[in-house]
Structures are given as structure tokens and as C-alpha cells.
């Protein structure tokens, strides 16, 4: 089992561009979650899935888009990247409600 | 919505010491409380979770308590060792919140040889 992967690792946007962050899991999770990680600030969670073709906003979501087409993959969109996005991104899974979230490497976003 | 404040944002001890952390929150609907460790460069991990119906769960040299009246919870590790070193967040949910996860803002603990 792979667990949870993310691509890119790593990504240099200007402002304005957009971009996709991919995450896949392999273990028949029905939700997953997006993260951002800023120092001094823990993990926010900006949208969540609790199965395939659900999303529901989380703490902050304004500035990005996400989409559950297959219950194994959730993206996470910026369609017009700003500063403030800058941040590593962290995709996680669960089996349900209240379980323990498995969590990808990172997605490391510089946006100038 | 539900608050959590971790402290300290950093703390050093000396290996074999043990190390305290210390969570609290402020829904006291909240039931789930986990700690995630995190080592540089990669993804949270979990290490223990506590929920709201037993005051203490032990894991090896991991304990995890938990005080729903006054709505904070520690985390305790015994003979810490070198490898302990890492970022430790706690966390808080409930149903209500639909299982969201809201995270403490993390602990850099550095265990010296």
C-alpha cells in the first residue's frame, strides 16, 4: 500500500497562475481532507469530502476549489494564486467520522 | 466554533527525561481528541487518540489524559529518547463539527543526548 501520495512535491507559481495538487489514496477511505500548514499556526483545514462526489467547506476555504470525481483522488485547485497561498498543503484520509487521518508527504507552494 | 491552544511552542529536555504537552479546548461538545507527531519534511502522524468517555490511555512510554471539565488534555512521554524529537499537535472533534479536525498550533520538542 502506497497510503496517501501527493503530486507535486513542490510548486513556484506567479501570481495570478493556477494549479492543481493531486492526492490519491489506496485504502478505500470514503473521506479526505485538505490542509494548509503556516508556522506558528498548526493545520487548517480548508475542504473535506466525506464521500466520492461530496465536498463541504473547511476553516478556510476562500481562494480554492475542490473536486471528488473518484472516491480514491481529491484535488485541490487555485485558480487565480495569490501570496497568502504560499504554505505546504497536506492531503489526508479516514475510514469515517472520528478516525484516525492518514496524511500525505506535503505539497511545498511558493506563489511570488 | 471550537478553539484549541496548545503550549509550550517549544520545549528541550534532556534524553531520559519526560516531557509534558498540554492542549485545551473550548467546545466542550468535543469527544475526540488526537496527537499527531510530525518529523521534518514529512506528513503528521498519529500516536495516540483519547476520547471523551476514559480520562487515560497508555501506549508504551506514551499517556494521554484528559480532563473534560475543565476541557484540556496533556500529553506525557516517559523516557524520551532522541527519535522523540519532532512536532506534536493536538487536536480536538466532534459530530457536530462533522469530525473536523481543528489543530493546536504544535509543540517543537528537541530531546538532547
Known amino acids: 500500500n502506497a497510503g496517501v501520495t501527493q503530486t507535486p512535491k513542490f510548486r513556484v507559481l506567479k501570481t495570478g497562475q493556477s494549479m492543481t495538487l493531486l492526492c490519491a489514496q489506496d485504502m478505500n477511505h470514503e473521506y479526505m481532507y485538505w490542509y494548509r500548514q503556516d508556522p506558528g499556526m498548526g493545520l487548517r483545514l480548508i475542504h473535506y469530502s466525506v464521500g466520492e462526489g461530496t465536498t463541504a467547506k473547511g476553516e478556510v476555504p476562500d481562494g480554492y476549489n475542490v473536486s471528488r470525481l473518484k472516491k480514491q483522488n481529491f484535488l485541490l485547485g487555485l485558480e487565480s494564486a495569490a501570496p497568502s497561498q504560499t504554505s505546504v498543503y497536506f492531503c489526508?484520509?479516514?475510514?469515517?467520522?472520528?478516525?484516525?487521518?492518514?496524511f500525505g508527504p506535503g505539497t511545498r507552494l511558493t506563489v511570488t | 466554533g471550537e478553539n484549541v491552544e496548545q503550549h509550550p511552542s517549544t520545549l528541550s529536555v534532556q534524553e531520559g527525561d519526560s516531557a509534558v504537552i498540554k492542549c485545551t479546548y473550548s467546545d466542550s461538545a468535543s469527544n475526540y481528541f488526537p496527537w499527531y507527531k510530525q518529523e521534518l519534511g514529512k506528513g503528521p502522524q498519529l500516536i495516540i487518540d483519547i476520547r471523551s468517555n476514559v480520562g487515560e490511555k497508555k501506549d508504551q512510554r506514551i499517556a494521554v489524559t484528559l480532563n473534560k471539565t475543565a476541557k484540556h488534555f496533556s500529553l506525557h512521554i516517559t523516557e524520551t529518547q532522541p527519535e522523540d524529537s519532532a512536532v506534536y499537535f493536538c487536536?480536538?472533534?466532534?459530530?457536530?463539527?462533522?469530525?473536523?479536525?481543528?489543530f493546536g498550533q504544535g509543540t517543537e520538542l528537541s530531546v538532547k543526548p
Open positions: 489526508a484520509s479516514s475510514y469515517g467520522l472520528l478516525y484516525e487521518q492518514y
Open positions: 487536536a480536538a472533534s466532534n459530530y457536530n463539527q462533522g469530525g473536523k479536525l481543528i
